[in-house]
């Protein structure tokens, strides 16, 4: 095939360039050359140093011991914050005791010891019995991801601010990461009926205490790594944390070897982020924004971790750890819920707790309705497919 010869026609620039004396040329390509790498070379020198001068680190602890899956969680809000910022933004994780211990890291954010923390919002009811419900709510049928839902687009956040504003607290805060029901808890011999609480010391947090005291068990406070060692000296017949992971690295089996599932008591919950308000306005919109859509982030990404762990350590804890599970009876659920009325009506006495619970009442006939309605039940599926029922590795008493 004969090849075309014709040479190709010069564009603009390219005629231009050419149609310059040589010397022209070279001294102009010489002379761009020139300002083209000394720009590079500034970029180059002058963007780590605006990147490091702009960087800014905050002292951040969680409410948990550092074995705790819970922290992990708390690393991974970590994590994103860390990794949206571009590094310009640092958190700096601690465990819980490092600075404060668990229950006083609201006061230490106030104070400005710590710039922020992870925690629940149950531990602060002490303060305003309303700030459970920003964490454990009444169990009104909804799950974590409805109760997130109200918070961030159901009215909620507006009202855990009307709380901060009301209390006075300098703090900025959200919830995050949506909490399956939570046991009964771990026990010396099953419980078979409401009666067998009565005169229990038991551990819970926040209107789970009211509740609990509702069946005259003497209920106790505190945080999650001081209850295995007060169930191992005796100091408690009964306690409660949250899930199989948490539940197994703290120890639990070696104290109990008797698990109750399935409670009103924490029907579901939810993580709170808070920071001090002084330090969380200095910082620039930006780094506001991150540190908001970094708990949306890690609320789902906790979400999917649990799901695969939180199965695989209680089969662990059955298979290798010796624990019997067991299914709390429905006389005791029912119980539950006629003592959330009495607890609901007693705290409802104060206003502000009475605007949130009747809040939350209202989006819940509303949501968890719509919900059930259209939710197709999952047990039979599940029997249909694997030929067994959820509960045959559990006791039911």
Same mark, same amino acid.
């Given at each position: 095939?004969?090849?075309?010869?014709?040479?190709?026609?010069?564009?603009?620039?390219?005629?231009?360039?050419?149609?310059?004396?040589?010397? /022209?040329?070279?001294?102009?390509?010489?002379?761009?050359?020139?300002?083209?790498?000394?720009?590079?070379?500034?970029?180059?020198?002058?963007?780590? $140093?605006?990147?490091?001068?702009?960087?800014?680190?905050?002292?951040?602890?969680?409410?948990?011991?550092?074995?705790?899956?819970?922290?992990?969680?708390?690393?991974?809000?970590?994590?994103?914050?860390?990794?949206?910022?571009?590094?310009?933004?640092?958190?700096?994780?601690?465990?819980?005791?490092?600075?404060? +211990?668990?229950?006083?890291?609201?006061?230490?954010?106030?104070? %400005?010891?710590?710039?922020? %923390?992870? +925690?629940?919002?149950?531990?602060?009811?002490? #303060?305003?019995?309303?700030?459970?419900?920003?964490?454990?709510?009444?169990?009104? +049928?909804?799950?974590?991801?409805?109760?997130?839902?109200?918070?961030?687009?159901?009215?909620? =956040? *507006?009202?855990?601010?009307?709380?901060?504003?009301?209390? *006075?607290?300098?703090?900025?805060?959200?919830? /995050?990461?949506? =909490?399956?029901?939570?046991?009964?808890?771990?026990?010396?011999?099953?419980?078979? +009926?409401? @009666?067998?609480?009565?005169?229990?010391?038991?551990?819970?947090?926040?209107?789970?205490?009211?509740?609990?005291? @509702?069946?005259?068990?003497?209920?106790?406070?505190?945080?999650?790594?001081?209850?295995?060692?007060?169930?191992?000296?005796?100091?408690?017949?009964?306690?409660?944390?949250?899930?199989?992971?948490?539940?197994?690295?703290?120890?639990?089996?070696?104290? $109990?070897?008797?698990?109750?599932?399935?409670?009103?008591?924490?029907?579901?919950?939810?993580? @709170?982020?808070?920071?001090?308000?002084? #330090?969380?306005?200095?910082?620039?919109?930006?780094?506001?924004?991150?540190?908001?859509?970094?708990a949306k982030a890690a609320s789902s990404e906790m979400?999917?971790?649990?799901?695969?762990?939180?199965?695989?350590?209680?089969?662990? =804890?059955? @298979?290798?750890?010796?624990?019997?599970?067991?299914?709390?009876?429905?006389?005791?659920?029912?119980?539950?819920?006629?003592?959330?009325?009495?607890?609901?009506? $007693?705290?409802?006495?104060? *206003?502000?707790?009475?605007?949130?619970?009747?809040?939350?009442?209202?989006?819940?006939?509303?949501?968890?309705?719509?919900?059930?309605?259209?939710?197709?039940?999952?047990?039979?599926?599940?029997?249909?497919?694997?030929?067994?029922?959820?509960?045959?590795?559990?006791?039911?008493?």
């Amino acid at each position: 095939m004969a090849h075309d010869k014709t040479p190709a026609a010069p564009n603009d620039s390219q005629t231009a360039i050419d149609s310059q004396p040589s010397s /022209t040329s070279r001294r102009r390509f010489l002379t761009g050359s020139a300002a083209a790498v000394g720009a590079g070379a500034a970029a180059a020198v002058g963007f780590p $140093s605006i990147a490091v001068a702009q960087t800014t680190t905050l002292r951040f602890q969680s409410t948990w011991p550092n074995q705790d899956i819970f922290h992990e969680f708390a690393s991974d809000y970590v994590r994103i914050v860390n990794e949206m910022s571009g590094g310009r933004l640092r958190l700096n994780l601690l465990p819980a005791g490092a600075v404060v +211990g668990a229950l006083q890291l609201q006061d230490a954010v106030i104070s %400005g010891a710590l710039d922020g %923390g992870h +925690g629940v919002t149950a531990y602060w009811y002490g #303060k305003h019995k309303a700030f459970s419900l920003f964490g454990t709510p009444p169990p009104f +049928g909804w799950d974590a991801h409805q109760f997130l839902a109200w918070f961030w687009t159901g009215g909620g =956040m *507006e009202l855990y601010n009307e709380l901060l504003e009301r209390l *006075e607290l300098p703090l900025v805060g959200y919830q /995050t990461g949506p =909490m399956p029901t939570q046991a009964l808890g771990w026990f010396k011999e099953p419980i078979a +009926g409401a @009666e067998d609480l009565r005169g229990l010391k038991y551990r819970t947090v926040g209107l789970a205490a009211d509740l609990m005291r @509702e069946f005259g068990a003497a209920v106790t406070i505190m945080g999650g790594g001081d209850i295995v060692p007060a169930m191992d000296r005796g100091l408690l017949d009964g306690a409660e944390f949250n899930n199989p992971s948490s539940d197994r690295l703290l120890g639990f089996p070696d104290v $109990s070897k008797t698990w109750m599932l399935r409670s009103y008591h924490q029907d579901c919950e939810a993580f @709170e982020v808070i920071f001090n308000k002084n #330090k969380h306005d200095s910082l620039p919109e930006e780094f506001q924004a991150i540190l908001q859509y970094a708990a949306k982030a890690a609320s789902s990404e906790m979400y999917w971790k649990a799901m695969e762990r939180y199965p695989r350590d209680l089969n662990a =804890m059955r @298979e290798e750890q010796g624990v019997q599970t067991y299914i709390t009876p429905d006389s005791v659920l029912q119980a539950q819920l006629e003592a959330w009325d009495t607890v609901i009506a $007693s705290e409802s006495q104060d *206003e502000f707790f009475k605007k949130v619970v009747d809040h939350q009442r209202e989006y819940c006939e509303r949501v968890v309705g719509y919900h059930l309605e259209h939710t197709t039940p999952k047990e039979p599926a599940y029997v249909h497919f694997y030929g067994k029922s959820p509960t045959d590795t559990s006791t039911i008493l």
